[in-house]
């Protein structure tokens, strides 16, 4: 059981930066080796949305609403993963978290197609609050 641990979020005034990480996650078994990794944001009210993944081979996806403002990476061991925010905005404020998706047949494009559900290793998530 992998229970990662979101850090790093925090209150920034609109067009900053933030970087929040997801540290915890790797392992030694199989279902490491092909994987979907994710963050996800809900603010109060609002559905949880996917806005970035990474898969086990490097693939990166976005969703508009994010795209060409935030970067999703991992580090070299692959056991945190980070998330690089710019020119933030009031829209962006919401409670971000993280989570994987284990063995993953399909990857690239489809991490960010696949059910929210499909994902599991939530953490607790971090709050990050933009005011304008």
């Known amino acids: 059981q992998v229970q990662p641990v979101e850090s790093g979020g925090g209150s920034v005034e609109s067009g900053g930066s933030l970087s929040v990480s997801c540290g915890g996650l790797?392992?030694?078994?199989?279902?490491?080796?092909?994987?979907?990794m994710g963050w996800f944001r809900q603010a109060p009210g609002k559905e949880r949305e996917r806005i970035a993944t990474?898969?086990?081979?490097?693939?990166?996806n976005y969703a508009e609403s994010v795209k060409g403002r935030f970067t999703i990476f991992q580090d070299n061991t692959k056991t945190t993963l980070y998330l690089q925010m710019n020119s933030l905005e009031p829209e962006d404020t919401a409670k971000y978290f993280c989570?994987?998706?284990?063995?993953?047949?399909?990857?690239?494009?489809?991490?960010?197609?696949?059910?929210?559900?499909?994902?599991?290793?939530w953490g607790q998530g971090t709050q990050v609050t933009v005011s304008s």
């Open positions: 990474v898969d086990s081979d490097g693939a990166t």
């Open positions: 790797g392992g030694s078994g199989y279902t490491w080796n092909s994987y979907c």
């Open positions: 989570a994987t998706k284990r063995p993953a047949v399909y990857r690239g494009i489809y991490c960010m197609e696949a059910e929210i559900g499909e994902y599991g290793d």
